[in-house]
């Protein structure tokens, strides 16, 4: 099996993560922003898979399982905000939360 | 015995924890029950360890008690520690002695106020308390704690009739004005401090002595900043002026606090740092020179005064002024018995004062007194006992005993003792003339206002105890002449330096001259004031006559020139800088924050991509940073 160039997968994390970080930026609906948010969080996690793949070390690996899990807790935290900011603003659009403005 | 001496300073600070907090739920026989009676208790115990250290005197004559360490940090650790030596015993007995004889006196003198009697008392005991943490202190930091304290009371209780700004004004005055002698102390403690390294009275004078040269700049500095703190709180020029307007406060207050025992802890702070002094004797001539032209001054104003508190008010200042001219020369143990005397006769006469004022609806007019002495008998008596005492009649009255010491001992000194000498003895006799112009006009002649007031014993028992004192305490210490018995002296001069002696028979001649100036003052008096009072009516309509009339009543006009000279520039000054330009560069600090502030404070607009862009934005420059930087 050939194996991919390191180049190459860099470039495809760092690629997932912009479009990842333009969903955040300018979507306004929340669910959306939580999709980029998902988005960057594997863009980041492809980047320490391929690294340790051309180190040929597991941390990489071992390092995305802790991602996975930490993105699952995130996902729960930010359905339980979806739910609230809808029953609160009767919205999901972000922008409409923004009383915390100095 | 000697170890319950700190219940003697204590006592009186638990007096006023009780009253201060639970004052306001007693009633008025309780406030007298616990105000007189920590006093009183305390006076016991100060009776029982001087009684102690007469009998049976602790090794090298002095007894220390350590409470606590009060600070201790970098090496400088000040204890909460008192020392005891016949200094202290003198002063300790004086101050709980006389302060509870006025207690009992105020008990009854504040009965009729509508309101404060607690405040009084709770004032009156924290005012006992810091002076004996004043003269028992161990080291000068705790001698300034109580000497500031005494301030304090002194403040508060001047000030006690706030609803009158009058009062207020006089106790401000007197405050700001000790303020300037308290701030050159605390300077001389602090370079006491940094030259020798401690702050411990014994372990200071020792190595004062033993590192400083006789007349050398540091202890010229030091002692003269010292004496800039005695000057200030015992109201010698040029900072008396704040000792007349003093007696806006209660007349008991006066008596404690302005006659008997606050004023004079400048002659204690010299007496006590004597060491200091002798090294520098320009210094020490100066305390002579200050207490001579103070008692003269005082003495021609006191002459003038129509309000007969104002009249015992430069009597004090005037009699602190032979106590300044007794440490000045050396005479230390004559000051200390002058002190004595003075708080025995000086309380005794602002208390009996009192009891007239009282009985005339506050009249402190001495022209609108007159013919008392048949109203009030035993007041009367009473005030004649402790004028004698104060125009030092001779050999039957104290104060003739302790002025005669202070005369002495200034003929016997080198730096212009004739001079000083000559002063005290004007002095004696314008005491004399000023004493019996008072007893005079408010106790002979017509009646002019009715007597309202039978006296209770509480009034009357401390007069008739304090009458007794400034009669017999003068036999305490009986000059060679006159049966050689000096027990006074020789206890003094177990803790200060001893008093140069001159000849048996210059002494005696002294004296003669002293007794004919003291009587011949109060037959001046007997002329001008009683037999021929047209006479000084006519000396007062002649334009020199009025003029000095004026000038003395005024107090030699220093009221006016430090208003001018020093107060009316000072509000100058400050009109001039109203905008406040000293404090610019600090407002511009305040300025610039707040402008920051204004600016940080639009970027939190409360919306989350905003957010999400400003992490982005800066992760970005962050890592150009790393990237394209280092």
């Known amino acids: 099996m050939a194996s991919i160039p390191m180049e190459q997968g860099l470039l495809l994390a760092g690629v997932l993560f912009a479009i990842g970080l333009t969903g955040v930026l300018v979507r306004r609906n929340i669910i959306f922003v939580l999709l980029s948010l998902e988005v960057m969080l594997n863009a980041a996690g492809l980047a320490f898979i391929v690294a340790g793949y051309r180190w040929g070390q597991p941390d990489g690996q071992v390092l995305f399982l802790f991602v996975l899990t930490m993105a699952a807790a995130e996902v729960s935290v930010g359905l339980a905000l979806v739910l609230q900011l809808h029953r609160v603003f009767k919205t999901l659009d972000v922008d409409v939360a923004s009383r915390m403005r100095g | ?630």
């Not at chain 2, 020392?83 to 006025?102: A, E, N």
Request: charged share 10%; with cysteine.
């Open chain 2, 1 to 630: 015995m000697l170890h319950l001496l700190f219940l003697v300073p204590i006592l009186p600070f638990c007096g006023f924890v009780v009253l201060a907090l639970f004052g306001r739920w007693f009633d008025r026989r309780q406030v007298a029950a616990i105000g007189v009676g920590s006093i009183g208790l305390s006076a016991l115990f100060a009776l029982l360890v001087g009684f102690d250290f007469v009998i049976a005197p602790p090794a090298g004559d002095h007894f220390s008690q350590s409470l606590w360490t009060w600070i201790n940090v970098g090496g400088f650790s000040p204890h909460i520690a008192f020392y005891l030596d016949s200094l202290s015993v003198i002063m300790i007995l004086v101050v709980t002695v006389v302060g509870f004889l006025i207690h009992v006196y105020s008990a009854e003198y504040m009965e009729d106020e509508p309101d404060g009697y607690a405040r009084f008392f709770a004032c009156m005991n924290l005012f006992v308390g810091s002076m004996l943490t004043l003269v028992l202190a161990d080291n000068l930091l705790l001698l300034y704690l109580g000497w500031e304290g005494v301030g304090l009371c002194s403040y508060l209780l001047i000030g006690f009739w706030y609803t009158d700004p009058a009062n207020g004004r006089a106790a401000r005055k007197a405050f700001i004005v000790t303020r300037i002698g308290d701030t050159a102390l605390l300077v001389g403690l602090l370079l006491l401090f940094t030259k020798l390294g401690t702050l411990q009275i014994q372990p200071l004078m020792q190595l004062a002595s033993e590192r400083w040269v006789v007349g050398s700049s540091i202890t010229v500095a030091a002692a003269g900043l010292l004496l800039g703190g005695a000057l200030g709180k015992s109201a010698q020029l040029p900072l008396q002026t704040w000792l007349p307007d003093a007696m806006a406060g209660p007349t008991p207050v006066s008596a404690l606090i302005h006659a008997a025992t606050m004023v004079t802890a400048g002659v204690y702070l010299i007496a006590r740092m004597n060491v200091l002094f002798t090294l520098s004797p320009v210094i020490q001539t100066t305390v002579a020179a200050v207490g001579a032209g103070t008692l003269i001054l005082a003495g021609f104003s006191a002459l003038t005064q129509r309000d007969i508190k104002r009249v015992l008010a430069y009597s004090t200042i005037s009699q602190i002024g032979y106590m300044f001219l007794a440490v000045g020369v050396g005479a230390w143990s004559a000051a200390m018995f002058h002190f004595m005397t003075h708080a025995f006769f000086k309380a005794l006469l602002f208390m009996a004062a009192g009891v007239i004022i009282l009985g005339l609806h506050h009249e402190q007019d001495m022209f609108k007194m007159g013919g008392l002495r048949k109203q009030t008998p035993l007041v009367f008596w009473t005030f004649l006992a402790g004028s004698l005492s104060l125009a030092a009649l001779p050999l039957v009255t104290a104060g003739f005993y302790s002025k005669d010491a202070i005369l002495a001992g200034a003929w016997a000194s080198d730096a212009g003792g004739r001079w000083l000498w000559a002063a005290g003895l004007g002095g004696a006799l314008l005491t004399g003339l000023y004493t019996f112009r008072m007893v005079f006009l408010t106790f002979f002649g017509q009646v002019q206002t009715p007597f309202h007031l039978k006296p209770g014993l509480r009034l009357l028992l401390p007069l008739v105890v304090l009458a007794f004192l400034s009669i017999v305490a003068g036999f305490l210490d009986l000059p060679r002449t006159l049966g050689n018995q000096p027990w006074f002296s020789d206890f003094v001069h177990t803790s200060l330096p001893e008093t140069k002696e001159i000849a048996g028979s210059v002494e005696r001649n002294l004296q003669i001259v002293a007794s004919l100036a003291s009587i011949g003052g109060i037959l001046l008096a007997y002329y001008f004031f009683l037999r021929e009072p047209g006479f000084v009516r006519r000396l007062m309509m002649t334009p020199l006559g009025a003029a000095l009339h004026r000038f003395w009543f005024v107090g030699w006009g220093f009221d006016w020139a430090y208003d001018n000279l020093i107060v009316g520039t000072y509000v100058r000054l400050a009109r001039a800088n109203r905008a406040d330009v000293f404090d610019l560069p600090m407002r511009g600090i305040a300025l610039i924050n707040q402008a920051g502030h204004i600016v940080l404070s639009r970027t939190e607009t409360g919306r989350l991509r905003w957010y999400a862009t400003s992490v982005a934005f800066g992760a970005i420059v962050a890592v150009g940073i790393v990237v394209f930087v280092t």
